[in-house]
């Protein structure tokens, strides 16, 4: 394990460690990453104020290496290729009172088959203090065919807290069908739910991919905007709440990504109406969920390069501040 120095003001970047293999290519021991056996590996970084100026601490693990950037940016880098199957992955992540961190990845994540049947796991648990700032955009995650990729990403934010979360998976490389993804997406704000949310695709499974999943899109993009600070419909007793809000999350569905109310079952009983803020494009479709609590969530299926644009144009409105899920795209 390598920890990183403390970092205030201007992050440079830690010299390398050595020669890192390309994603796909052999590891440190020669062997090819395809061919490799499964890894297991923790990592976490940590963004603070010392005496008014941000601050970033990490420690890292082969193959999971942290670079900062900026004053409050880090990209992830997988070192070994993959995530392989049988990889065991593992990132926490705090930011302290006050404190903001960007996390940004170098590159996509090119999720491929390991040795034996063992599904990859990346596992990233999140925690942002009062008043802090967390932008989670990493580049897309590619399930390449065979491959089996099942994560989990917990966000627990403080009171006045604020996160902007974005992520896409894209089944296969160009011209090929994708392997299995399973996601597990869980937001509180001061320990209480606030949206719990998974998404399944399989490239091979005719039902996710057929018109009752993804139609044959390859893309599933989400965002999820919370701002703590922003008092929720009816917290004050004389607002109402939207005819969207459900539970402790809204539900929807956009292709085979499910969101459902905590408590709420699979057959869909309690869940919310289908939210008012849809559209379809060429090579998209998406749809805004209010949840009930201070944030909206927005899912997207379709064609990578359609999908990845219509949350980019989300992103750039709501830097205008433009209220989310009144964006045009």
């Given amino acids: 394990m390598t920890t990183g120095p403390s970092r205030v003001g201007l992050a440079a970047t830690d010299r390398a460690e050595g020669p890192r293999p390309a994603a796909g290519g052999p590891d440190q021991a020669g062997v090819p990453a395809a061919g490799r056996a499964g890894l297991t590996a923790t990592a976490t970084v940590a963004a603070d104020r010392d005496a008014g100026r941000p601050r970033i601490r990490w420690t890292q693990a082969w193959p999971i290496v942290l670079r900062p950037t900026g004053n409050a940016r880090v990209h992830l880098v997988h070192g070994a290729g993959g995530p392989l199957g049988g990889d065991v992955l593992a990132l926490d992540v705090r930011v302290g009172t006050g404190a903001a961190l960007a996390v940004r990845s170098a590159g996509a994540t090119i999720v491929q088959p390991g040795r034996g049947s063992a599904p990859a796991r990346w596992e990233f648990d999140v925690v942002v203090g009062a008043g802090g700032t967390l932008d989670w955009a ?22 006045r807290a604020r996160v902007t979360l974005r992520e896409v998976v894209v089944l296969g490389r160009h ?9 597990r997406l869980d937001v509180s704000v001061d320990g209480a ?44 007793g004389s607002a109402t709440r939207s005819p969207t809000a459900g539970g ?33 494009q060429p090579g998209v479709r998406w749809a805004w969920t209010e949840l009930v609590g201070p944030g909206r969530a927005l899912f997207a299926v379709g064609e990578p390069g359609a999908v990845i644009a219509l949350l980019d144009a989300a992103v750039a409105a709501l830097s205008r501040g433009c209220q989310p899920g009144r964006i045009a795209p």
């Avoid at 995650?141 to 099942?150: E, L």
């Avoid at 005719?206 to 701002?227: E, K």
Wanted: overall charge negative; glycine content about 20%.
């Fill in 175 to 183: 011209g090929g069908v994708g392997g299995r993804y399973r996601g």
């Fill in 193 to 236: 739910p606030l949206l719990a949310h998974m998404t399944s695709l399989d490239g091979a499974d005719p039902a996710l991919c057929g018109p009752g999943g993804t139609a044959g899109a390859r893309a599933v993009g989400t965002l999820v905007v919370v701002d703590a600070a922003v008092p929720s419909a009816g917290d004050d």
């Fill in 248 to 280: 402790p999350a809204s539900g929807a569905v956009v292709g085979s990504a499910t969101a459902l109310p905590a408590g709420t079952g699979a057959d869909g009983g309690g869940a919310a109406d289908a939210p008012a803020d849809v559209g379809e």
């Fill in 138 to 159: 990493p580049e897309p995650t590619v399930v390449t065919d065979g491959a089996d990729y099942r994560t989990a990403l917990r966000i627990d934010l403080g009171a």
